[in-house]
């Protein structure tokens, strides 16, 4: 992903387009069916908006649609949602480690920030940050040439008891599950180990730098550890 086709794929198209591109892409990625109701459920619209800019999108040659089947993105559309979301976890994680924002408040503005940063600051966000490869949710950010790494690890809700894990990211950007997980220090590269788990999905019980924490189950699904 060239910055020349970076910027050819991502002219004229609004905000609006943008983030549809990238929520497309985010839930490929997933694993989830993307469906006109998946995307409207996902971007808090209606069903009727997201068919409408969804072939609005189709008409850009941004996706791929056809009425009642899964919606895809093409080769310009990929790389839209990639560099959208490489400026979006490159500015996570600016507003993270030099502003010092908490990480539960970076999503949120990085969402505004996102579509209007040019090149020229993408590269100097980058630099100053040294060229990084995760945001501070631990979601790999996307490479210049369009490279996403792939993060290995699995669930800590499947993870052995009395073995020590690291995690090493969080699905999750609301503000409240993420300020409740870093008030038990629950962090990328926080060292966790699960003392029990309860029958039935129950919680867990963990150990997090000497201190016990109980967490349910489905949120421990959300946390990748490795």
Known sequence: MTNIKALDARK???????DYVKAIYML?????????????????????????????LSELGLVTYEPYQTIGLTAAGEIVALEVLRHHRLLELYLHDKLKLPWEQVHEEAERLEHVISEVLEDAIAAALGDPTVDPHGDP?????????????????IAEI?????????????????????????????????????????????????????????????????
């Open 12 to 18: 004229n198209l609004t905000p609006a387009h943008e």
């Open 141 to 157: 950010i996307p490479s210049k040439d369009g490279t996403v790494e792939t993060t290995v690890g699995a669930p800590l809700s």
């Open 28 to 56: 490929h990625s997933h694993g989830v069916e993307v469906t006109n109701s998946a995307l409207a459920n996902h971007l808090k619209v209606t069903p009727a908006s997201a068919t409408n800019m969804v072939k609005k």
């Open 162 to 226: 009395n073995h020590p894990y690291t995690v090493v990211r969080v699905l999750l950007q609301e503000p409240e599950r993420l300020i409740y997980l870093g008030s038990m220090g629950l962090y990328p590269n926080a060292q966790v180990i699960v003392r029990k788990r309860a029958p039935f999905a129950g919680p867990l019980l963990l150990e997090v730098a000497g201190e016990h924490h109980a967490l349910a189950h489905d949120l421990a699904e959300y946390i990748i550890v490795a």
